[in-house]
């Protein structure tokens, strides 16, 4: 696991979007993994701005989205399905038709979870996954006791993820209880994988995943299985990492 602390989000965002980007000049028909919430968006933005300026090209691009909320309006503000086309396909040249992102209204879900990581294996598998981390240590929506090996699912939401981005809907009760989720087996087939999380808020669930004992309990200390996965944290974040120093050391001599 490679830990890298940036001073500010700004900073995490803008070299995160880098490394996708040396990705993209080395494979144009990249498979990209993507998450929503707030932490990705800059980093979103930093991806549009080089498409536009720089001319990144997504038209050969494949994306799959992490998770969707159940029983919402894939057209509304709220819905994942409308974060990702407000804050990156509609502003880059990917081909619609090769995003996906989780059908978590479908009648049979069980039926379409599975054909979701069909259609991931027949793109060859996710060449590198975007993700944030909840305050309680999920990827995805791999709430905490999940199964470390969990394929894409239905997941119920925790009282504390649906506080986190009640914004969307205003009051709690209109809140999502349940999403459709990649598994924690299916981020961790990814051959890379590059987790932001930036704030204060994150301290604690950054702290546990990079430097506590692997478990469910905290979903994300399973990437320190993962054998190329790039941790990028602001200093708020880091703050009670016990290496801080050496992290830092060692960053800046591979620099
Ligand atoms: P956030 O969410 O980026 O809005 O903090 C991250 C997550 O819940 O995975």
């Not at 930036?198 to 546990?208: D, N, V, W």
């Amino acid at each position: 696991m490679q830990v890298i602390i940036v001073k500010k989000a700004s900073e995490g965002a803008i070299l995160g979007a880098n490394i996708i980007k040396n990705e993209m000049l080395k494979k144009k028909n990249i498979v990209l993994g993507l998450a929503t919430g707030r932490t990705p968006i800059s980093l979103y933005e930093e991806l549009a701005r080089m498409h536009k300026e720089e001319g990144l090209d997504f038209s050969d691009v494949t994306s799959f989205n992490l998770d969707e909320y159940c029983n919402v309006d894939f057209e509304k503000e709220g819905s994942y399905h409308f974060f990702m086309n407000k804050h990156l396909f509609s502003k880059v040249n990917i081909k619609k038709e090769n995003t996906n992102v989780p059908n978590a209204n479908a009648l049979d879900l069980e039926k379409e979870c599975k054909a979701y990581e069909d259609k991931i294996k027949s793109k060859g598998g996710i060449d590198i996954q975007l993700l944030g981390i909840g305050q309680d240590g999920h990827i995805g929506f791999n709430e905490p006791s999940c199964s470390l090996s969990s394929r894409t699912r239905k997941e119920f939401l925790t009282l504390d993820t649906r506080e986190a981005n009640i914004d969307d809907y205003g009051s709690l009760d209109k809140m999502p209880i349940s999403a459709v989720t990649m598994g924690i087996g299916t981020i961790m087939e990814a051959k890379k994988i590059l987790l932001l999380a930036f704030g204060k808020s994150k301290r604690r669930a950054i702290k546990e995943c990079v430097e506590g004992g692997v478990s469910s309990l905290w979903p994300a200390s399973i990437l320190q299985f993962h054998n190329d996965a790039t941790i990028i944290v602001d200093e708020e974040a880091a703050a009670d990492l016990y290496n801080i120093n050496y992290y830092k050391q060692k960053y800046e001599e591979n620099l």
